[in-house]
């Protein structure tokens, strides 16, 4: 398939050459665009300011030292992150994209991945770094780190100094995966990972000439700056950019934003839909317009939700919108990003199994929706050629048959080289062979998360370590949050984690939901809970033992929005998530009352399937960088 950004063969081999061909080409014509509060265009870059501005960051990069080194990269959303970034990329620093810090954890995190990194260099805005200084005064995570503004005026010329140019070895990001135990991995990835991953894309989702991104997702998390800035970069064609606060706070300025500048491509998690879907149903997409020039709706998650899919669909179909838009697909940090997605102008497969033989590690075809024990897994498409999906025993390390559930291995040009400073890592999860492989195969990425093909398309099931067993049968605790979120009118999506609980006899299955004050106003705290309770053993035949109910934003989430269900664990285990007035956090082994329910006996034993796995895969989905919403915690 012939793609629409430059000539992957000739001149283009990095990033920094497709951005001199842009300003060569087309250098006058917008390339980036930020939002104001996510509606009013306040900022703008050509290809050419974007050029100048990035050698002149590398220039002064270059000075400092840094060419060869990481450095961190502080920013919020707007165009200043995309200058440094293409500047660190310019003069071959590797730059390490991290949250703004708005709270001690997130500063916590800032330092273990500086450390990790080996630098002390924090490249930020003048307005950030003043914020720092002012609101951590004297934070040992802040001790000896070099906070390095790049927002101040350009002086001098970018011409009294020799450019190294990058080759498609050199390092050109350090992406750190959220993680779920507070110890971030840095995923080296090359130029040569990244160029391949928007090949792959542009080949998967072709970006026409006169197409446009509307991008909400922050941009230090690896699916925000691929769609919000590689992507468009690569194909020539402008992106819009807003904070993901603005999206957060009101869903519906995104499908404004697409409606009123005419995006054809845009990329969110599957929550971020039904947060959409959900805000028709209430009245609040009123303003929303013409959403029929929208050709790739991007969905990822772990996995994709088919009531979300249809909900979306639904919903916004009276505003043009095509049910063949909507994009299912698969990533990871390791490997770059995409790794499956499902084809333009195909509507989304689903595929109606038997909930039983699921459970049981294979995907059984029944009829449809309305068979007995149905429930629905959603497509996230195929692999472009050059990159392969094998489905494996995660302990026998033997590949598995269609239809059979086991760990997704992946093997291609975008899989990145490792993380950076742990070898034995890096051996274990990116450079994994199969049990029948006498040596001279191809290694594989070994993602930790769990899924099977069918007719050479890749159905995520969930992750590894977070499956659920008892009696023997495999439960999903996202099927079992997805029962705890619908138990009740206003509880929000993305609201609650499913774990188990070693109290020194037995594991016990714990819920944590979050609800704030208009839904327990409405339901009350001990209906609340027996509504859940009742939701999950009714539509997932398994019982819960512990039922807590927090504050919103009490569970803690990834930068990406996902539920970070073992760090909620800990929370739990140490009695530190904020409970709602009324409700009484449960010491270790205790449950809260009120689950209307007899705990199961000593046999009926639930545990954690796959303690031992690589802890690889920050499979993509996102979230806002302040969003109340969905947590914000790193």
């Known amino acids: 398939m012939t793609?629409?950004?430059?000539?992957?063969?000739?001149?283009?081999?990095?990033?920094?050459?497709?951005?001199?061909?842009?300003?060569?080409?087309?250098?006058?014509?917008?390339?980036?665009?930020?939002?104001?509060?996510?509606?009013?265009?306040?900022?703008?870059?050509?290809?050419?300011?974007?050029?100048?501005?990035?050698?002149?960051?590398?220039?002064?990069?270059?000075?400092?030292?840094?060419?060869?080194?990481?450095?961190?990269?502080?920013?919020?959303?707007?165009?200043?992150?995309?200058?440094?970034?293409?500047?660190?990329?310019?003069?071959?620093?590797?730059?390490?994209?991290?949250?703004?810090?708005?709270?001690?954890?997130?500063?916590?995190?800032?330092?273990?991945?500086?450390?990790?990194?080996?630098?002390?260099?924090?490249?930020?805005?003048?307005?950030?770094?003043?914020?720092?200084?002012?609101?951590?005064?004297?934070?040992?995570?802040?001790?000896?780190?070099?906070?390095?503004?790049?927002?101040?005026?350009?002086?001098?010329?970018?011409?009294a100094v020799d450019l190294p140019a990058p080759v498609p070895s050199d390092t050109a990001l350090l992406q750190y995966t959220s993680g779920s135990t507070g110890d971030p991995k840095g995923v080296v990835v090359s130029h040569a990972n990244f160029l391949a991953n928007v090949v792959e894309t542009d080949e998967l989702w072709p970006c026409e000439p006169n197409g446009t991104v509307v991008n909400w997702l922050p941009l230090f998390h690896d699916m925000g700056m691929l769609f919000g800035v590689v992507m468009p970069l690569w194909a020539g064609i402008p992106s819009y950019l807003m904070a993901p606060e603005a999206f957060i706070r009101r869903p519906a300025r995104w499908l404004e934003a697409i409606a009123r500048f005419g995006g054809t491509h845009a990329a969110a998690p599957s929550f971020a839909y039904e947060l959409c879907a959900r805000a028709a149903a209430e009245g609040r997409t009123a303003n929303v317009g013409d959403l029929s020039r929208w050709r790739v709706a991007a969905n990822g998650a772990e996995p994709v939700r088919w009531s979300t899919v249809r909900a979306f669909t639904d919903a916004f179909a009276p505003h043009g919108f095509a049910p063949q838009a909507m994009c299912p697909g698969y990533g990871l940090a390791e490997n770059t990003l995409k790794a499956t997605g499902s084809q333009q102008d195909h509507t989304p497969r689903v595929l109606w199994v038997s909930a039983p033989a699921l459970h049981n590690g294979t995907a059984q075809p029944v009829a449809g929706e309305q068979a007995e024990d149905a429930v629905?897994?959603?497509?996230?498409?195929?692999?472009?050629?050059?990159?392969?999906?094998?489905?494996?025993?995660?302990?026998?390390?033997q590949a598995l048959p269609d239809r059979h559930v086991g760990e997704i291995w992946v093997t291609g040009p975008c899989v990145a080289g490792g993380y950076l400073g742990r070898p034995e890592e890096s051996e274990d999860t990116f450079r994994a062979r199969l049990a029948t492989d006498d040596g001279t195969g191809p290694t594989h990425l070994r993602t930790g998360d769990l899924g099977f093909l069918h007719n050479g398309e890749l159905y995520v099931t969930g992750r590894r370590k977070d499956v659920i067993i008892r009696?023997?049968?495999?439960?999903?605790?996202?099927?079992?949050?997805?029962?705890?979120?619908?138990?009740?009118?206003?509880?929000?999506?993305?609201?609650?984690?499913?774990?188990?609980?070693?109290?020194?006899?037995?594991?016990?299955?714990?819920?944590?939901?979050?609800?704030?004050?208009?839904?327990?106003?409405?339901?009350?705290?001990?209906?609340?809970?027996?509504?859940?309770?009742?939701?999950?053993?009714?539509?997932?035949?398994i019982t819960p033992d512990t039922i807590l109910i927090v504050r919103r934003g009490a569970i803690p989430k990834t930068s990406s929005g996902k539920v970070q269900r073992r760090a909620c664990r800990t929370l739990y285990q140490n009695n530190a998530l904020r409970t709602v007035p009324g409700e009484q956090a449960p010491t270790a082994g205790d449950q809260p009352p009120a689950t209307g329910e007899q705990?199961?006996?000593?046999?009926?034993?639930?545990?954690?399937?796959?303690?031992?796995?690589?802890a690889a895969g920050?499979?993509?989905s996102v979230a806002g960088e302040q969003a109340p919403a969905v947590g914000g915690g790193a």
């Open 3 to 159: 793609t629409t950004g430059p000539d992957p063969h000739g001149d283009v081999r990095t990033l920094p050459d497709a951005l001199r061909l842009r300003a060569a080409k087309q250098p006058d014509e917008t390339a980036y665009v930020f939002l104001r509060d996510g509606e009013v265009p306040h900022e703008s870059l050509t290809y050419r300011e974007l050029h100048e501005a990035a050698r002149h960051r590398a220039a002064t990069f270059t000075t400092d030292g840094l060419t060869g080194r990481a450095a961190v990269l502080l920013y919020p959303s707007g165009l200043e992150f995309v200058r440094t970034l293409l500047g660190c990329m310019y003069g071959r620093v590797a730059g390490a994209p991290v949250q703004v810090p708005r709270r001690r954890d997130d500063l916590a995190r800032l330092r273990r991945i500086a450390d990790d990194a080996g630098t002390t260099t924090v490249l930020t805005t003048t307005e950030i770094a003043h914020e720092l200084t002012e609101r951590y005064d004297g934070a040992p995570e802040l001790a000896g780190l070099t906070l390095l503004p790049t927002d101040t005026p350009a002086t001098g010329s970018v011409s």
């Open 376 to 397: 629905p897994a959603v497509s996230s498409g195929v692999p472009v050629p050059g990159t392969h999906i094998r489905i494996v025993d995660p302990d026998t390390r």
């Open 471 to 541: 009696k023997g049968r495999n439960h999903y605790p996202q099927d079992i949050e997805l029962a705890a979120e619908r138990a009740a009118p206003g509880l929000q999506p993305n609201c609650a984690a499913a774990f188990s609980v070693d109290d020194g006899t037995r594991e016990r299955l714990t819920i944590v939901v979050e609800a704030d004050g208009r839904v327990l106003t409405t339901t009350g705290l001990d209906a609340l809970r027996h509504r859940v309770h009742h939701a999950i053993r009714e539509t997932q035949r």
């Open 599 to 614: 705990a199961p006996a000593a046999g009926d034993q639930t545990s954690v399937a796959g303690e031992q796995a690589p």
């Open 618 to 620: 920050d499979q993509t």
